[in-house]
């Protein structure tokens, strides 16, 4: 007589109720191990530890028996029910419905517990992709070398005698010095007086009116200047608050870019500026690159849950919703400002939420069809490409590796996964450079 029957019942494509019905003899084995566990740790007067009689032990503490004896059923019926059914899982889904013990001392109990999904792979080599081939233009380097122009642009005093209004436009690269001090309701803020603080006009980010209120002003001149706070900095004394700065303009100054030169390439610490265009280049090209790989990477994934749908387990999909919140909210709460989600919002992180735990399976059941597997070699070809990039720090890299080792090791497969299906499919190139 078989000593473990199952009855399984499917609630829904990845929820299944498990009746199991374990007989007496195997039952009682069991509740042998349970007593003998027991008998290490029970202390009794007129006993050492661990040499209170069984007998003793059933019939003092019969309800602590019966509560091992549960726990002990579970832990060894349950791993030998899921692989004799194949039945994958989902931990912390795990729900015990009922245990009982007949009598005759059989036991039935049940279970429910989430699973994952069956995925029946379609087609997933020979897809149609688009591939965006982007080359460095002119105007690519052009940029660049205006942000490098701006980052180590010099401010000097400027011969200007007043403030202008085309002085406060966003293209403009005149600053000043001001000393001020900060009224609300009439009263000054004691704790908010400012001294030689350089002020940046091009920038929407100052207190709404005071930019306006500088406009006629020369080196010198004192001006009160009705201001509003804005509503997103952290100082709630100030936040969103009407007041009047009392301003004193003490400097007129300017921002003075350097001359894209041989000595402006040196001082980056390049050879010549022939070097330095030459690095730009190779740096805008490589991150072109990860552009476009990172389109074709999306294009597979869209393919892939337009051909694949199924449903997943809602225990991760919850899950994963609860993790993409959270880090919008973190992502708000730099800003000081609350999350607030729409309806219509709330659906779309949950349809992603969603799509991103069916993609996790369409990619585990690519894996396990191709056999792919995470080999000593890619590891350490991984761990190469880290100390290339930081020399000499080989016990950081270790360290990275050691506490993010789950991450890596994903993010290996996945590689491995995107390039079979590349090398496999079937490309248009087109060409994305701007002119």
Known sequence: MKQITTEITKLSPCKLKLKIFVENQLVEQIRQKCLLDLQKEIQMPGFRKGTVPIELINKQFPDLVKEQLFKKIVQEILPQV??????????????????????????????????????????????????????????????????????????????????????????????????????????????????????NLSLDTLPKGLKEGLVGMSRGEKKNIEVEFPVNIPDTNLMGKQGVMEVELVEIKEKQLPTVDNEFAKDLGYKDLDELISDIKQHIQAEFDRETEQKLRNQIYEILLKEHNFAVPESEVEERYNELLESLKREYARYNQELKLTEEQQKQLKRKSEEEIRLKYILKKILETENIQLTKELLEKERGKLLSIYPGREKEVNEYFEKNFSLIASNILEDKIFELIISNAKIKEVDATKR
Request: charged share 30%; with cysteine.
């Open 82 to 199: 899921f692989n004799e059914y194949k039945i994958n899982y989902i931990p912390n889904t795990l729900k015990i419905l009922s245990f009982n013990l007949t009598q005759n001392n059989d036991c039935i109990f049940e279970i429910e517990v989430e699973v994952e999904p069956e995925v029946k792979l379609k087609s997933y080599k020979g897809l149609k992709l688009v591939k965006e081939v982007k080359k460095v233009s002119q105007a690519d380097i052009d940029k660049t070398i205006q942000e490098l122009q701006e980052r180590n642009a010099k401010i000097v005093p400027s011969k200007k005698e007043k403030i202008e209004s085309q002085d406060i436009t966003a293209t403009s690269n005149i600053f000043c010095v001001i000393n001020y001090k900060i009224f609300i309701d009439g009263k000054e803020l004691k704790n908010y007086e400012g001294k030689n603080v350089l002020i």
